[in-house]
């Protein structure tokens, strides 16, 4: 990093964190008590401040990474700082943790984008700053940034992990890894794909040698014809059934795999992925997940993916190619019809805008799901186009951990949706600084809508007298 670009990356960061702490102070002067899932963190995380170790809220369905992280944060400091009684792991203190998460988000997105982008000089300092500040300010993260939650610690040892796997660091992020499988349970998919990320560096490699041995020019390892997927498929399927191969991939993940034998053992144990409620938290076969998940992306991503350029691209693809559009379609109306599934929390919490994207749109006719089936292609054609610079295999690897993390979820929850979308949006190549300004700009308007929302426009249930808000 250049002098300017860390004089440039500093005074953002404090900014931002500066204007993140006027912004907590706000949030917790409105919502002094726990709110919404806070009513179960909260007590927890203060159960084991006093050593009551032993206590579990049943209804807690994440293991206690949360509250142990927190516990050893806040008693040193307690201690140091000479604090005394209920000030230690209050509900603000808690929150502040997140805080802290929060910065540390920063500087790891910083330095993703450094390490993923470092071949493309045409890349500027300012333009990092900008992907960084724009990221780190992501409204669906953002938001549980000021409230306690584990999202900014799970996204935090994930990215941490994702950053010393680029490195080669393997144990170290297998270890950072185990941090944030605590955080929850599904991150263990990314540890799969950091040790995916191995795997499809070496699958190229060896698909370039094999290219140079065959003189192939036409076929390409980033994108090609419905043949090249079949040889590139045929290509994996040999290479990993090669037990010398198996043997030298193993040597370079073994981290990783005892870390997903240990997820196994815990699951075999458990009896399941869920610690706590398990029947709000079923797992199923829900894939217009994935829809839902594409259009959350193009939603935040709309100035890289719907762009005049690729709605042309998109309908010329369209022309060219449709009889696998055809193919896709059906498909797509296929798995709609029979995996569409409405969880109890959607139709009866109105608290999250989920309630009102589900009954503003999807509950308008029965007939919306399928007439979206359009938009979900072109979100998917564009959603790829914008990763062809990543190799062939480094998508279909991440493809498979994006289905892995989002299909068996029965709710519709956009927080599932924060890590998929932070390591999309990562890879994909810089834009031009217009796109990412007017990117920022409605991060900035979003985010000022939602907290203008749950600051101000409080709302109260008829069997109840304590103030509810809106969130994500």
Request: net charge positive.
């Amino acid at each position: 990093m250049e002098r300017s670009e860390a004089y440039g990356f500093c005074g953002a960061m404090s900014a931002a964190f500066l204007l993140s702490c006027l912004l907590f102070a706000a949030v917790s002067r409105r919502q002094r008590g726990p709110y919404m899932d806070e009513l179960f963190h909260v007590p927890q995380a203060q159960a084991y401040c006093q050593g009551r170790f032993l206590q579990w809220d049943p209804m807690i369905t994440t293991l206690p990474g949360l509250y142990l992280l927190s516990v050893g944060a806040v008693k040193p400091a307690a201690r140091l700082l000479g604090w005394t009684g209920s000030v230690v792991c209050s509900v603000a203190m808690l929150r502040f943790i997140n805080l802290l998460f929060s910065a540390g988000n920063f500087y790891l997105l910083h330095l993703l984008l450094l390490k993923i982008h470092q071949k493309n000089k045409a890349v500027s300092g300012f333009q990092r700053i900008l992907s960084t500040l724009t990221l780190a300010t992501f409204p669906t993260l953002y938001f549980f940034t000021f409230l306690y939650y584990t999202d900014p610690g799970s996204v935090f040892f994930t990215l941490f992990a994702y950053l010393m796997c680029l490195y080669g660091n393997h144990k170290t992020s297998a270890l950072l890894g185990f941090c944030g499988f605590m955080f929850r349970q599904t991150n263990i998919v990314w540890t799969v794909f950091c040790a995916g990320n191995v795997v499809a560096e070496k699958l190229n490699e060896a698909w370039k040698t094999e290219l140079q041995k065959k003189k192939d020019e036409k076929i390409s390892s980033k994108k090609g014809s419905f043949s090249d997927w079949t040889r590139i498929l045929q290509f994996i399927i040999k290479y990993l059934i090669s037990p010398k191969n198996l043997v030298a991939l193993a040597a370079l993940t073994w981290p990783y795999i005892i870390l997903v034998t240990v997820f196994f053992g815990f699951v075999f144990v458990n009896g399941g992925i869920v610690v706590g409620d398990r029947s709000s938290h079923e797992a199923c076969l829900h894939f217009p997940q994935l829809f839902y998940f594409l259009s959350f992306t193009v939603f935040f991503s709309f100035p890289h993916l719907l762009t005049p350029t690729k709605i042309r691209k998109f309908l010329l693809s369209l022309r060219r190619h449709p009889v696998q559009y055809g193919v896709i379609t059906v498909i797509s109306l296929f798995l709609i019809w029979k995996f569409t599934y409405v969880h109890k929390y959607l139709l009866a919490d109105n608290r999250h805008y989920t309630f009102y994207v589900w009954r503003k749109v999807f509950q308008r006719h029965e007939l919306v799901k399928y007439v979206l089936v359009p938009f979900y292609i072109f979100a998917g054609w564009t959603f790829v186009d914008t990763l062809k610079s990543k190799s062939i295999f480094w998508i279909l690897m991440y493809f498979v951990c994006l289905l892995a993390v989002t299909v068996p979820q029965k709710l519709l929850e956009f927080r599932y949706f924060i890590l998929p979308f932070l390591i999309y949006r990562l890879n994909i190549p810089f834009p031009s600084i217009y796109r990412q300004l007017l990117e920022l700009a409605f991060y900035i308007v979003v985010n000022a809508v939602t907290f203008y929302l749950f600051l101000n426009r409080t709302f109260q249930w008829e069997n109840s007298d304590e103030v509810q808000r809106f969130m994500w």
